[in-house]
């Protein structure tokens, strides 16, 4: 069975710190790999994706995220935070057969000002 | 421009009292879910639409059930809610695999 693994429950930094979250999956297959965020009092939106090509991709806000295949990975990077990036990070898998979507647990990051 | 519209955003029911939480979508997507989220942790798919055609999860309890009388709406019936259902319930919709998310309907059950 699918599932995706997230290193970190909390993750605590100063504003300039850089970041970087930890994803593994567990799924033969070809995947999609996504990360979504959800800002304190709103909905989840997605981050950024992997689907084919390049596996160092980027996404909104200055994030970016490398998929390695031979480590089943999909870590979130970003190299300066901000006080706004206090959110909970989803890492989710999608198998490229079906379209069911697997989430990670989160990871609730916290930006001291 | 609301894509995903969930209703209520709170609901309150009593232990067995059964309850309907309704989902909207401006998007025109084919794929709609619904997933059942706990504290701190991961959302947990019960089922998703594509179009009319409906995909149970194995774990998913038969108290769970769905309707989607059409494209735009899709609703999550619980038919028998129990102290442990209470969770927020999220909607979403796809057409390429990108997820969009309501708002989420939080769930207490009394």
């Known amino acids: 069975a699918q599932s995706v693994s997230q290193h970190n429950h909390h993750v605590i930094l100063s504003e300039a710190a850089s970041l970087e979250l930890g994803c593994n999956y567990s799924y033969g297959g070809t995947v999609n790999l996504f990360w979504y965020v959800q800002y304190p009092g709103q909905h989840l939106q997605l981050l950024l994706k992997y689907f084919s090509g390049d596996p160092l991709v980027k996404g909104i806000k200055g994030f970016e995220a490398e998929f390695i295949k031979s480590k089943f990975s999909f870590n979130l990077r970003k190299p300066s935070v901000q006080w706004s990036d206090t959110a909970e990070y989803f890492c989710a898998v999608n198998a490229l057969r079906g379209f069911k979507t697997i989430f990670g647990a989160g990871t609730r990051l916290f930006v001291k000002a | 421009d609301a894509m995903v519209i969930q209703n209520p955003r709170y609901q309150v029911t009593q232990f067995g009292k059964p309850v309907t939480l309704s989902c909207s979508q401006t998007?025109?997507?084919?794929?709609m879910y619904w997933y059942q989220q706990k504290s701190s942790q991961a959302p947990k798919l019960l089922f998703h639409y594509y179009d009319k055609d409906f995909n149970n999860e194995a774990d998913t309890p038969d108290n769970f059930q769905s309707r989607r009388p059409n494209t735009s709406f899709c609703f999550l019936d619980i038919r028998s809610p129990g102290l442990g259902d209470a969770a927020m319930y999220l909607c979403?919709?796809?057409?390429?695999?990108?997820?969009?998310f309501g708002p989420g309907t939080r769930l207490l059950v009394l």
């Open positions: 979403a919709t796809s057409i390429n695999r990108d997820q969009y």
């Open positions: 998007l025109n997507h084919n794929v």
